[in-house]
């Protein structure tokens, strides 16, 4: 909430979002004075500032939107009330076509059954609106405008494309510098400014939107990660597969996935007769891998896991980077497990997910268990029964455990309910990382079975999980909490090493290579520069540790270290400095 001054010395509190929509509307009233041609689509708040989407010819520069805060601010210190009134239908649609919007008479014949429409109006300005706002245009105290984007018309790609302008506003000047300080700070955690920076990962129009490319620090992070998971997961009973990225049509029509998710798939591709689709999960392939041999109940649980290449179909506006891709690695597996067997295992998946989440240092997160409609009747598996089980199975088991978490409706896979990890992340909203699901309905669409006790045939429940999400996703995530810094363990280059001249390179060479065969990445800066230039380039790259090798250090047979976190360490011998990577490392992954 804020709180506004009214004429009078009175105060009130407002939403944030009736001070941002009324902001909304100061800038469309300025870009009308500055740029009478521009054509108004729409302008709503949204969860930090408002936006508004412009039609016109002249593209908005960022020397363009200083000219419209300045407009702003005029209209903000003339005060104008801001006013309701409502229109009959036709002299609403009457009044717009009279101003050349012809936005907002679409929107107006698109509500066949409101009889009257609501404006405001401020000044000279005019805007149909549902409202609400705040009194006056001279309530709004702070603006400034963030940036420009494209949006097409009503989100649709086939509409044509408009000019978003995103902007923000606070009743104090204070709490706007604030603000921004916190966007700079996002800025230089943006997992995409870092993955250039660090050179992590890129993209290119070429390769197409959507589908970055892991480059060699990248690829040695992503190492880390899959056999740091794998190693846990083998602990646990866990056997690793390979199974292809694409699969028949018939594989997803036979698992529910055509009817329920194909506008997230990409289109099918017909090759010698048949149709192939690229697969968005993986649970079809590893249903046939169990479906592969005859299992008793003295085989289950059966753990499958695979770090599994998914594609999904995701619109151009939400893409971001690794977070959000059109293609991804999943940190998948799926547990097959009599019914007896449900609540450990559902156990175990939950115990595997706070151990990483402890050794990674996680901490600000949540549980929400994910419900189905059961008016939804499109979205959701038709059988009442099974989803009554199922989702009554999961809560019994969440708060057996002890799990503290919220439901949501609405929010479950398509084939059953699901335990959702939410985290926090350093940049932006909180997303789902891990994720438990809980599953009936695909082990009977496929016919799955084992042989019980009494040898009767019964149908095994799976348990899809994944405990790191995405490794793209991770990625990005870790890389934004730790503003790149990333761990000794996880750092792609953990030590760099820094020859004074070239008259230490040998030397520098030889230190690399003993540092290999004891399973460190390091690597030598052979450039012909000072060293002073060499550590402060490491030290921009995030490297942990960097090694001074000079005529001291070759003598003695020793280097030079200085530390990312503590700066000059001194003078080590080499298996006095292999003893404090590896115990650090050790220490940190428990």
């Known amino acids: 909430m804020f709180k506004i001054k ?21 800038m469309a009233q300025a870009i009308k004075r500055l740029y009478p041609d521009t054509k108004l689509a729409i302008g709503p708040a949204i969860d930090n500032g408002f936006y508004y989407d412009f039609d016109s010819e002249k593209p ?28 009959p ?21 698109d509500l066949p059954d409101e009889t009257e429409l609501s404006f405001y109006r401020q000044g000279e300005f005019t805007d149909l609106c549902k409202g609400p706002h705040v009194e006056s245009t001279g309530n709004i105290k702070a603006v400034k405008l963030l940036s420009v984007a494209g949006a097409y018309w009503r989100g649709n790609e086939k509409n ?30 943006d997992h995409r400014k870092l993955g250039k920076d660090l050179g992590i990962f890129m993209t290119h129009d070429l390769v197409g939107k959507g589908l970055p490319m892991f480059l060699p620090n990248g690829y040695a992070i992503w190492e880390v990660l899959e056999n740091y998971i794998k190693g846990k997961e083998k602990k646990l009973g866990y056997k690793h597969v390979l199974t292809p990225p694409l699969a028949s049509v018939d594989l997803y029509k036979t698992s529910g996935h055509w009817d329920h998710y194909k506008d997230n798939m990409f289109p099918k591709m017909e090759v010698e007769g048949e149709e192939f689709v690229l697969r968005p999960m993986n649970c079809p392939h590893h249903m046939m891998i169990y479906a592969n041999e005859l299992h008793s109940y003295r085989d289950l649980p059966i753990r499958i896991g695979e770090i599994a290449r998914d594609c999904r179909f995701e619109s151009s506006g939400t893409l971001k980077g690794i977070e959000r891709g059109r293609t991804f690695c999943q940190n998948d597996a799926h547990l097959f ?51 009554n089980n199922a989702e009554d199975t999961l809560r019994q088991v969440l708060n057996d455990i002890g799990i503290v978490y919220e439901e949501k409706i609405g929010e479950a896979a398509f084939y059953g309910p699901k335990l959702d990890v939410q985290v926090k992340p350093a940049v932006g909203n909180e997303y789902t990382l891990s994720t438990c699901q809980l599953d009936f309905c695909l082990p009977m669409k496929f016919n799955l079975n084992y042989i019980d006790k ?11 999980r994944a405990i790191l999400g995405s490794i793209d996703r ?46 460190i990445r390091a690597e030598v800066d052979e450039r012909q520069e000072k060293i002073g230039y060499k550590i402060r380039e490491a030290q921009l790259h995030k490297v942990p540790y960097m090694l001074i090798l000079g005529d001291k250090e070759v003598e003695a047979n020793a280097v030079g270290v200085r530390s990312r976190q503590d700066g000059d360490i001194g003078q080590m011998s080499i298996p006095e400095f292999i003893r404090k990577i590896q115990e650090e490392v050790k220490n940190f992954i428990k």
């Not at 009494?454 to 899809?464: A, E, I, Q, W, Y």
């Open 6 to 26: 009214l004429d009078g010395g009175r105060t009130r509190e407002v939403e944030e979002k009736t001070y941002w929509h009324t902001t909304s509307h100061i």
């Open 89 to 109: 239908r036709e002299d609403a649609l009457k009044l717009m076509q009279e101003k050349n919007e012809p936005y907002k008479v679409e929107l107006i014949n």
């Open 454 to 464: 009494d040898g009767t045939k019964k149908t095994p429940v799976v348990l899809h």
């Open 337 to 387: 497990v009599t019914p007896e067997q449900i609540e450990a295992e559902f156990q175990s998946v939950v115990n595997l997910i706070l151990d990483v989440y402890k050794e990674l240092d996680i901490k600000d997160y949540r549980f929400e268990l994910s419900l189905r409609d059961p008016a939804d009747k499109v979205k959701y598996y038709p059988d009442d029964d099974m989803w």
């Open 474 to 519: 991770f990625m990005a995530y870790y890389l934004e909490e730790t503003k790149g810094a990333l761990p000794t363990w996880m750092a792609p280059v953990q030590v760099k090493l820094l020859p004074i001249s070239d008259n230490h390179i040998e030397y520098a060479k030889n230190v690399q290579a003993i540092l290999f065969d004891e399973g």
């Open 60 to 87: 908005f520069t960022d020397e363009d939107l200083l000219k419209i805060e300045e407009e702003m601010k005029k209209i903000i210190k003339e005060n104008f009330p801001v006013e309701r009134f409502t229109l």
């Open 160 to 189: 044509k494309m408009l000019q978003r302008i995103y902007g923000i506003s606070f009743p104090k000047a204070s709490e706007l510098e604030e603000y921004l300080a916190k966007l700079e700070e996002a800025k230089q955690r």
